[in-house]
């Protein structure tokens, strides 16, 4: 019985991780094919073309493109944080009336889709004089991205034990030096694992890039992939796209790779005490 649940067990994570990586697999197979080839059906690489890679910097300014997604994402990273962990300190630790229910008013903010905000933003984003810009991309995906950061933190923080914020004050610390001296170190993997999501949903969000720029300037590169164009306005170039997608997801992996421990830790603290 336990060789059968040891081969149940195998047999279940190969056919995970082959529905997870199968599409980046032929994503990086068909960014080196060219012309009638991609329309064939091959699961092994037959050539190994890098015409498609240079195309996607050729037809465009594809790294400015990329150069903007990593101004909004690690903008939107550095506010989110910021401002998460000094909410998150209100909400764990300091008691006032309306606190529950203001911390489910910002949590619901994140439930509605998109397209139900699309029109208010766009009106507060064009008040602003800030359509077709970074910042405006950087508001937007606050948004989506600081509700969630001040959940996640707020519930790490409560599981802090009160000591030691309390013999930081004895010592004469104030708020603002316990946040920064006291509980950012505590709260390092915490931090990271919300940090590299945020990082995720900004760097792979389209809605609002989509909508709220105009020149191929100042796209990100979810939108500058979906706009490419090919030799006619009546050719889908599928290896530049192909071979786009697989240059914006390794900058993904690399960041998995290198916090892995850091998000391992920071989805299982909390989770178990003493």
Known sequence: MKLLARIGFWL?????????????????????????????????PETFDFSNYVAVFERQP????????VIVSGSVVVLSLGLGITAAYAFGRIAFRGRSLLLMTILSVSMFPQVAVLAGMFELIRSFGL?????????????????????????????LP????EAAFVDGATPWIVVRRVFLPLM???AVTTGLLAFIVSWNEFLFALTFTLTNEQRT????????????????PW????AGS???????????LVFQRKIVAGLTAGAVKG
């Open 12 to 44: 279940l994570v190969i056919v995970i991780a082959f529905f997870a990586l199968f599409p980046f697999y032929y994503a990086i197979i068909s960014s080196f094919r060219t012309g009638s080839a991609l329309f064939s059906v091959a699961y092994l």
């Open 239 to 242: 290896g530049a796209i192909m």
């Open 131 to 159: 359509y077709n810009t970074l910042p405006g991309l950087i508001l937007a995906n606050l948004m989506l991205t600081l509700p969630f950061t001040i959940w996640v933190l707020t519930t790490f923080m409560r599981e």
């Open 221 to 236: 590169v979810p939108p500058a992939i979906a706009l490419m164009s090919g030799s006619t306005a009546y050719e889908l």
């Open 162 to 165: 009160r000591e030691i914020e």
């Open 246 to 256: 697989v240059i914006v997801t390794i900058p993904i992996i690399v960041l998995v």
């Open 188 to 190: 390092a993997p915490a």
């Open 62 to 69: 594809f790294g400015r493109n990329i150069l903007n997604s």
